[in-house]
């Protein structure tokens, strides 16, 4: 059973930038996916990027594709997502989750079956 617990949410001005931690614990046989997420208030749990613990497949979902960057697992397991040009929508609640690695491409649907506690991040001036 995989663990995962996000840090570096915070406020952050419109066009500004910041970066967001994954700590994955725990162990699991094969290999694993990780997914960020968001969930605004009032609005449904978003899925934003993920990525395979081989680096085989990586996902963004069409609004955050060329202003977030996710990265491959390191030695540390972490994984970081990198927001750049932050837009005020983007405020939400931010959430890592992890899954089994059983299909071909990571998912950006919600159903994973770790999640941390979520870090919030407002983008406001």
């Known amino acids: 059973q995989l663990q995962v617990a996000e840090s570096g949410g915070g406020l952050v001005q419109p066009g500004g930038s910041l970066t967001l931690s994954c700590k994955v614990s725990g162990f699991i046989q094969g290999t694993y996916i990780i997914g960020w997420f968001r969930q605004a208030p009032g609005k449904e749990r978003e899925g934003l990027a993920c990525?395979?613990?081989?680096?085989?497949?990586?996902n963004y979902a069409d609004p955050v594709t060329g202003r977030f960057t996710i990265s491959r697992i390191n030695a540390e397991k972490v994984v970081y997502l990198q927001m750049n040009n932050l837009h005020i929508e983007d405020t939400a609640v931010y959430y890592c989750?992890?899954?089994?690695?059983?299909?071909?491409?990571?998912?950006?649907?919600?159903?994973?079956?770790?999640w941390g506690q979520g870090t919030q991040v407002t983008v406001s001036s």
């Open positions: 990525i395979t613990s081989d680096g085989s497949s990586l």
């Open positions: 989750a992890a899954d089994l690695h059983l299909s071909r491409r990571c998912k950006l649907s919600p159903d994973y079956r770790s």
